[in-house]
């Protein structure tokens, strides 16, 4: 059974110039997240989706961030204009419910590494 | 409040050693989640294994154990001989049933198993 799939891995980008993150959950999984992992910060919760409505979207730094999920197998994360300080490892999870029922683990893609010079 | 605290922030051992990852948390819900998860240098999460609050059972899973005490809201994990793989970054997670869904993660502890 495939994971969660993220593209593309790498992204390196000039300053001011859009950027498209994608991910395809887990097959049957009706929840998504969207991640950012980096040194300073470690991991930070950007937003969350539950049959592909966005539930939670309080970590989302500013109106340069945004989230879709148009359907139970795609999600993108957008950021418009980039910007250097957004350079980090974007992650994408999915898991089968919310994980406050039954506690359900969070299943992680590899992750887009972005660079924004 | 939430908190997970990982105070070991680096642990560097010899392979076939014994180690043992902290985890303490903090929370005020009678009903939670424990999560420990490795990060290897190739970067992925993996998820390991996930605790109830009301299953203080300790787990085995081949060279891996965890040790769940409420007692002290410990999660703690170790990992029996130690091998080179085993080098990774491991982070544990805290997540409340009911309407909070954020996970709380802790900062992680790198792990370095050195031949």
């Known amino acids: 059974d495939a994971g969660v799939i993220q593209s593309p891995r790498h992204e390196v980008t000039e300053m001011g110039q859009e950027v498209t993150l994608r991910c395809k959950p887990i097959?049957?999984?009706?929840?998504l997240f969207w991640y950012r992992q980096t040194m300073m910060r470690g991991l930070e919760l950007l937003i969350y989706?539950?049959?592909?409505?966005?539930?939670?979207d309080s970590g989302m730094p500013e109106d340069r961030f945004s989230a879709k999920m148009p359907n139970a197998s795609f999600s993108t994360l957008k950021i418009q204009p980039s910007e250097p300080r957004d350079s980090a490892v974007y992650f994408c999870?999915?898991?089968?419910?919310?994980?406050?029922?039954?506690?359900?683990?969070?299943?992680f893609g590899n992750g887009t590494r972005l660079t924004v010079t | 409040a939430q908190k997970v605290t990982q105070a070991q922030t680096e642990i560097s051992v010899v392979e076939k050693e014994d180690v043992t990852l902290d985890c303490v948390y903090e929370?005020?819900?009678?009903?939670?989640?424990l999560f420990w998860y490795k990060q290897p240098p190739s970067g992925e999460l993996v998820f390991l294994i996930r605790?109830?609050?009301?299953d203080e059972q300790n787990e085995i899973s081949g060279r891996y154990s965890w040790n769940f005490q409420k007692s002290t809201s410990s999660f703690n994990f170790t990992i029996t001989a130690s091998q080179v793989v085993d080098s990774a970054v491991y982070f544990c997670?805290?997540?409340?049933?009911?309407?909070?869904?954020?996970?709380?993660w802790g900062l992680g502890t790198s792990l370095a198993v050195n031949p």
């Open positions: 989706f539950n049959n592909n409505v966005p539930i939670d």
């Open positions: 097959s049957g999984h009706n929840s």
């Open positions: 997670a805290l997540i409340n049933a009911g309407n909070n869904r954020k996970l709380i």
């Open positions: 605790r109830n609050s009301f």
């Open positions: 999870a999915s898991s089968s419910s919310s994980p406050t029922v039954g506690g359900s683990p969070l299943h």
């Open positions: 929370t005020r819900d009678t009903t939670y989640y």
